[in-house]
T-cell receptor, first 119, second 114 residues
Framework: DTAVSQTPKYLVTQMGNDKSIKCEQN?????MYWYKQDSKKFLKIMFS???????INETVPNRFSPKSPDKAHLNLHINSLELGDSAVYFC??????????????????FGPGTRLTVL | GEDVEQSLFLSVREGDSSVINCTYT??????LYWYKQEPGAGLQLLTY?????DMKQDQRLTVLLNKKDKHLSLRIADTQTGDSAIYFC??????????????FGGGTRLMVKP
């Protein structure tokens, strides 16, 4: 009964290839995210997505694209992989916010991560 | 834009108290969080505090918030070797309606020596 799952756990590939990482959540949440964690453990938001809007961090190259076949899934596609893409990628989800002043409470549930190594 | 900063590393002896500090810049932060990341795993929410509070206690964890100085701390009493992990502070803001995003600090690696 894993809450947020990602596949694969490890991904090793050559420069220039195209790859996908899958994410699924069984929590019934409305919003999903992708984060990149570099070797120094800095965590950077890449995308936030619900069925209404996709918010893209403007620093993310357009080689990265999220694809959501349904509310429970948000997959990450990466084209033309580069050495600098090597990192751990985390998927996360959160429930729909409430309204009013308390609307910014945002507990996010993280997947176990996918370690991507580009050779 | 928002900026959240933490010291990179903290080492304590088992049984001592640990204090992990965080500073943030966005005065409109409404919630502040502490997440824990164990080796090879994703982040897990430990605790959070609402901005109109200055302290929250939950078993061995005490969160202190100084809103004037924009300073957040996490105190772990009687630190155990199982507490060794990376701790991230994060904030969410009422005016950040775009995508529900959190802003994370760089993480503090806590090492607990037996």
């Amino acid at each position: 009964d894993t809450a947020v799952s990602q596949t694969p756990k490890y991904l090793v590939t050559q420069m220039g290839n195209d790859k996908s990482i899958k994410c699924e959540q069984n929590l019934g949440h409305d919003t999903m995210y992708w984060y990149k964690q570099d070797s120094k453990k800095f965590l950077k938001i890449m995308f936030s997505y619900n069925n209404k809007e996709l918010i893209i961090n403007e620093t993310v190259p357009n080689r990265f694209s999220p694809k959501s076949p349904d509310k429970a899934h948000l997959n990450l596609h990466i084209n033309s992989l580069e050495l600098g893409d090597s990192a751990v990628y985390f998927c996360a989800s959160s429930p729909q916010r409430g309204s009013g002043f308390f609307s910014s409470y945002n507990e996010q549930f993280f997947g176990p991560g996918t370690r991507l190594t580009v050779l | 834009g928002e900026d959240v900063e933490q010291s990179l590393f903290l080492s304590v002896r088992e049984g001592d108290s640990s204090v992990i500090n965080c500073t943030y810049t966005d005065s409109s932060s409404t919630y502040l969080y502490w997440y824990k990341q164990e080796p090879g795993a994703g982040l897990q929410l430990l605790t959070y505090i609402f901005s109109n509070m200055d302290m929250k206690q939950d078993q061995r964890l005490t969160v202190l918030l100084n809103k004037k100085d924009k300073h957040l701390s996490l105190r772990i009493a009687d630190t155990q070797t199982g507490d060794s992990a990376i701790y991230f502070c994060a904030e969410s803001c009422m005016n950040n309606n775009a995508g529900n995003m959190l802003t994370f600090g760089g993480g503090t690696r806590l090492m607990v020596k037996p």
